[in-house]
């Protein structure tokens, strides 16, 4: 059984159709690009997946169980993580503290706990930032700890909230454009941290507009176009579908080159 | 990273400021000024509260004054109400066995007046309150945006006029005649004979409440309601159950006004329906501000502070209009409250735990 499954998905915003009936499967272990030009309704499909969004038609299923309905801290509590397109941390907390934010799921000390500064709680707490450094220096910002999240660049901001969405320890993370605004040397240690979480068995979706970044690492790909699935496949496959060209017709050398 | 700060030396100077307020006082011979001081600084729990509420966790509520209300009436309210009448009935015997009930001389005639302890009133008070929060938060919280302002707005405006216009609450006068709250040797009581006593059970419990919301802002559950804060979504998709959250939060700001209201009602020996009006609570939401938003030291010295001035009549007939002026200057000229202005970060969360080798490498 695939990771997650969405049937039919249709997304309507108002007299907009965002989404008309997408399906398609992620399998455990890939990673899975979703690319297309800027409002096919690739955001849309995220927001629905991780439930900041209900559809208005449509099933979604992690597991073969579904999750459409559900709030999105219920179905990051089932394994799915995301980052956003316009990178949302929590910008008056340090970057140990987003990624802490990120491990919530992982501990228990609640309101009366935290307030009597229990010792369960105080272990629990010392545990959490112990894990929660351990995914900072993950993605190479371990001395950037006690910075505040909102004073770095935007590609610290992105590896920040990487790391926090990994501190959920998904076992399906949702990447929306990850490598926008990055350089290309942050583009390629991008790459490679993505690889290798993906060897550490977490599965991959991820939004890109960077073709050669989705050449290189994506197992399959998927395009929307107008909120229509138009090519689904591996990249080679993707690369050569006429009706795939026919969309990037201006970007063409670019899809070519990747 | 900047100035994270320790909160013992903190509390220590804390303590230490006011026992020399106090001697300075007693030298002055302004002995008296510590009734209105121990009043400003129960008020500015009310203020702490708010600012978990407001400025930690991003919700806005303009009811706190009913919320204060509700704690200080049903105290006054149980611990007035002679139930003398009801001598006789099963559930009045029960309670009177659970040794509940307490009877003391009327203060018009040789009558005994039966009513509730005061300290179970207490925890009535606070209960009750942290229930009808929980009402009025449920519907509002589950939504993102300002419903809870709109819902309480309406709220204080309804306990206003219940308060004003039930005559077994007293209507326009309140209620007079409340007991004085004993606990273990301690009373809290305004007659002067206990004057100092009553100033330093003020500050203790002040200091408890800075405490315990100080824990509570710098640990898991107090990182979540920040982060709800800054953006409920990403909270949301990070894995916090945010609708619980925040009415739990509004549910322990509410219990907080509740508790000072109800210590105010025992030390005053009374209450009036004026706390409960939207000039109040728009007062607190101010003072919110003024302390800087998610400061809850900075909440505490300035709430204190003004509300001391105003106890004291400084802003004489402009008394609300003050906190009205504070309100607009600090978001037209310092919408991070007075002390970033001033360079002064008193709220700096400190990590609780730094992992071992980066510890240091951040700081400058
Ligand atoms: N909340 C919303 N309300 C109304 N319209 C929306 C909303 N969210 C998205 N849309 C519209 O739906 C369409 C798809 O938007 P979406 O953000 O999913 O596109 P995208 O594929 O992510 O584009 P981009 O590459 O620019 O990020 C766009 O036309 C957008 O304007
Ligand atoms: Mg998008």
Redesign the pocket.
Known sequence: MALLEAENVRQC??G?V?LNGVSFEVRRGQIMAII??????????FNIVCGL?NPTDGVVRMDGKVITGLKPFQIAALGVSRTF?NVSLFPHMTVLENVLVGRHLHGRAGLIGCALRLPTQRREEKAMVEQASRFLEEVGLAEKAQHSAGGLSLGQRRLVELARALGTEPRLLLL??PASGLNTKETDNLAKTLRRIRDRGITLLM?E?DMSLVMDIADEILV?DF?VKIAEGPPAQVRSDPKVIAVYLGEKENVASG | MNTTTRIWPRLAAFAAAAIVIQLSLGAAGKVYYLTQLTMAVYYAIVVMGLSLLMGYAGQVSLGHGAFFAIGGYTSAFLTTHNMAGCRGAAWFDLLDKCGVIVSRKSLYDDTLVLTVAPWLAFIVAVLLTVVIAAVIGYPSLRLRGHYLAMATLGFGLIIHCILIGSPVLGAADGITGVPSLSVGGLAVSGKSAVRVQNYYIAWAVAIAVLVLLRNLVESRMGRALRAIHDSEAAASAMGVNTPKLKLEVLMVSAALAAMAGSLLAHYNEGIGPSESSSFKSVRYLALVAAGGMANLEGALVVSTLLVFLSLRGWFGTYDNAVFGIILIAIVALAPQGPFRQLGLRMNRCRPLYKPGKEARSGAS
């Not at chain 1, 297309?36 to 499909?45: D, F, I, S, V």
């Open positions: 915003f108002g907009l965002a297309g030009p800027n409002g096919a309704g690739k955001t849309t499909l969004i397109q929306d454009e939004v507009h929307l909120g």
